[in-house]
């Protein structure tokens, strides 16, 4: 495992972690943070013996937000310049299912965050919210248009023009949060969901990742054309024909993830 300076990875069984780890600042992300995350996720993703990441914080904080004491001083040619967007894209390009297991505070960039990833989990703790607006911006790294997917365009309004913070429950009514889970059990769950996910075939886990950005992205007959064409591409794959063979023969199937 590599050492990074502001996450921590382990890799159990096939679920690679990486846990975010600035106390001190409530794993505010700044530039080594997303510099350090996309390196691991990168890192896993390219790893067939990884078949799902799980990306978590500590109890009290997932993330905080983007480090407002980096950026403050910036200015906006700084900001488009800067190395301040551009890996977090390539960590939303990660084709391994990502579940963020949140605890604590997921705010502003930190909210944005576990929104890149594909499932959300929720400790019943969990304070959610883009307050970006009070300190006279906006959210930067999705949050307007990734929440507006999410929660449909009033809810989102009303979230990112008051910037108030919510909890798990609100946002698991709002479509925000797969599933809220008892925060003492949070890391367990995580790990089973991932495990449970992992056991699939890595190819029909990658075009199910794939299909599920398109829909966030395309008209619905662009979706629907995208689906029939990683469908079909999946019956040449080994997985594809043990699945299959398993089910006819009555038995758990064993992929090898070709
Ligand atoms: N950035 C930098 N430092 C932070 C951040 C942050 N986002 N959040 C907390 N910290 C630091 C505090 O400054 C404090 O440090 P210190 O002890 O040195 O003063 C330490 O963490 C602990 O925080 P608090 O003392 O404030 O703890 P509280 O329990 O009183 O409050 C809160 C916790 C409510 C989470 C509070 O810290 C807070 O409101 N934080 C800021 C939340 C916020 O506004 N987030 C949005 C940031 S902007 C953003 O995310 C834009 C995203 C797009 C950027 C795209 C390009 C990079």
């Known amino acids: 495992m590599t050492d990074y300076q502001t996450i921590v990875t382990a890799a159990r069984g096939r679920v690679g972690w990486i846990t975010l780890n600035r106390p001190e600042a409530l794993n505010a992300l700044n530039v080594q943070v997303m510099r350090d995350v996309v390196d691991a996720a990168e890192a896993f993703d390219a790893d067939a013996g990884i078949g799902a990441i799980v990306v978590t914080g500590s109890d009290r904080a997932f993330a905080a937000?983007?480090?407002?004491?980096?950026?403050?001083?910036?200015?906006?040619?700084?900001?488009?310049?800067?190395?301040?967007?551009?890996?977090?894209?390539?960590?939303?390009?990660?084709?391994?299912?990502?579940?963020?297991?949140?605890?604590?505070?997921?705010?502003?960039?930190?909210?944005?965050?576990?929104?890149?990833?594909?499932?959300?989990?929720?400790?019943?703790?969990?304070?959610?919210?883009?307050?970006?607006i009070g300190l006279g911006v906006i959210p930067g790294m999705g949050g307007t248009q990734r929440l507006t997917r999410a929660v449909g365009s009033f809810k989102a309004a009303e979230l990112i023009l008051t910037g108030r913070h919510f909890g798990a429950e609100e946002a698991e009514r709002a479509g925000l949060v797969s599933r809220v889970v008892p925060a003492a059990d949070l890391l367990d769950d995580a790990q089973r969901t991932a495990e449970a996910i992992a056991a699939k075939s890595l190819p029909s886990l990658y075009a199910a990742t794939e299909a599920l950005d398109v829909a966030l992205e395309s008209t619905l007959a662009e979706g629907l054309r995208y689906e029939k064409h990683a469908f079909a591409g999946l019956f040449d794959t080994a997985d594809q024909k043990e699945g299959m063979a398993a089910f006819r023969e009555k038995r758990a199937p064993g992929f090898t993830h070709r």
Do not use: N
């Open 65 to 132: 937000g983007a480090d407002i004491k980096e950026m403050e001083a910036l200015s906006g040619s700084e900001m488009l310049m800067g190395d301040h967007f551009g890996g977090w894209a390539r960590f939303a390009a990660v084709r391994t299912p990502v579940i963020a297991a949140v605890s604590g505070y997921a705010l502003g960039g930190g909210c944005e965050l576990a929104m890149m990833c594909d499932i959300i989990l929720a400790a019943d703790t969990a304070t959610f919210g883009q307050p970006e």
